[in-house]
């Protein structure tokens, strides 16, 4: 429960004890953002107190009396003005017109209370203050929040290209310098690094426009019946030049077509990265097996690899951005962070489920289950290629 600070500041008691009796116990809801507010009620007599209350301890709301002795309620708003304040302030008086109102609101005031009003009518004024209140601050943190994630975006977005730049262009100035002599073939090794890092650089930037593309939903999904059978086979084509390197076999197992309804950029994409990051994190030498299965309303598809493994606090953090298992076994791979999380979004647009099981130096095994709707009528299979 939130907890709002109300100044009272009038010249009669009996106003301020009865604006204390009527806020002691009360509770407003405000259901935009599912958030209670009770109240703490300070009191001052004339414009002079309250000025001095505010400046040792701001309130978030102030009852401001118009007419009193001393200082009036609108010469309070006007050195509120001066001190920028942004304390909301509801002007009670017993002088109301139209003229007083505009006055008011033109010096700040943010409602305006009669005199001598009741105490349903004190709380409803009150209700509509502490919701624009709350809702001005969630925006606030939110902004905060926002401005946070894209600070931490940009962060790691260029440690994770500072040392593929630094390392390019100092074999670039090694290249330019003729280090190693005049031999072109002297310099083979720093050229294929090179390419190597820009290759890296480039995976990143695909993997960002892709994450992108899924969560802003702004992009055109192509829907059709399509067999994740062939897809699946297409990925693993994708991935055996990399695997043939390693002596890493990738077999595909499924008895029959698996049709699904889906949009096969999407499919190819988590197929891409399931099936690469398990050749990538493998051991020389290992397997990858990769299994389509359907059964009613659902398509299942498993990815288990021979390779190097995780601990279990491990896979709990696979699925975050720009995350990468950090050890020994693992340092010397290159990723950007990004595919599993991917993986993860796109099952969501799925309305599915993913699960991992691993263990270290045996292997892991990824399985991701994805509802398939009926198709329409309208969707008309895609030519197998597609996916």
């Known amino acids: 429960m939130d907890t709002l600070r109300v100044l009272v500041t009038d010249d009669e008691l009996g106003m301020r004890l009865g604006v204390v009796r009527t806020l002691r116990d009360f509770v407003v809801h405000v259901p935009d953002v599912n958030e209670e507010v009770a109240f703490v009620v300070d009191q001052a007599d004339s414009g002079e107190e309250a000025l001095q209350q505010i400046s040792r301890q701001r309130p978030d709301i102030l009852l401001l009396d118009h007419k009193m002795p001393g200082i009036s309620g609108l010469e309070v708003l006007d050195q509120l003005a001066e001190m920028h304040s942004d304390i909301l302030t509801i002007m009670i008086t017993a002088y109301a017109s139209i003229e007083t109102a505009v006055s008011a609101t033109k010096r700040g005031a943010y409602d305006f209370l009669a005199k001598p009003f009741t105490p349903d009518e004190l709380k409803s004024t009150i209700r509509k203050a502490s919701a624009r209140l709350i809702l001005a601050k969630q925006a606030r943190k939110l902004a905060r929040e926002k401005q946070q994630v894209r600070f931490e975006f940009i962060r790691v977005l260029a440690h994770e ?13 090694l290249i330019q ?4 002599g005049d031999r072109l073939a002297d310099y083979h090794e720093m050229l294929g690094r090179s390419l ?17 593309r899924i969560e802003s ?18 990925a693993a084509d994708t991935a055996q030049t990399e695997a043939e390197s390693r002596a890493i076999a990738v077999r595909i197992h499924a008895d029959k077509e698996v049709s699904l309804l889906a949009d096969p950029g999407e499919i190819e994409m988590l197929l891409n990265n399931l099936i690469s990051n398990a050749v990538k994190y493998n051991r020389d030498g290992g397997s990858v097996d990769v299994t389509i299965m359907g059964h009613d309303s659902q398509a299942t598809i498993t990815v288990a690899d021979t390779g190097i493994g995780m601990a279990r606090d491990e896979v709990g953090r696979i699925f975050e951005e720009f995350t990468r ?19 993860k979004k796109l099952v969501q647009l799925y309305e599915g489920e993913v699960k991992v099981e691993s263990q270290p130096q045996v292997g892991t095994t990824i399985t991701v289950v994805l509802n398939a709707a009926s198709p329409p009528a309208s969707c008309s299979p895609l030519p197998s290629g597609e996916g």
Do not use: C, F, Q
């Not at 190597?196 to 992108?212: E, Q, Y």
């Not at 992009?219 to 897809?231: F, H, I």
């Open 217 to 234: 939903g702004k992009g055109a999904r192509r829907l059709g019946v399509m067999d994740l059978r062939a897809a699946a086979k297409a």
């Open 325 to 343: 298992i950090k050890n020994d076994h693992t340092n010397h791979i290159p990723g950007s962070g990004l595919g599993l999380s991917i993986v």
């Open 196 to 212: 190597v890092r820009i290759d890296g650089m480039n995976k990143l930037i695909h993997d960002l426009l892709d994450l992108t």
């Open 177 to 180: 310098k003729h280090a190693l």
């Open 161 to 173: 290209l500072k040392a593929p730049l630094n390392a390019v262009a100092g074999y670039l100035d």
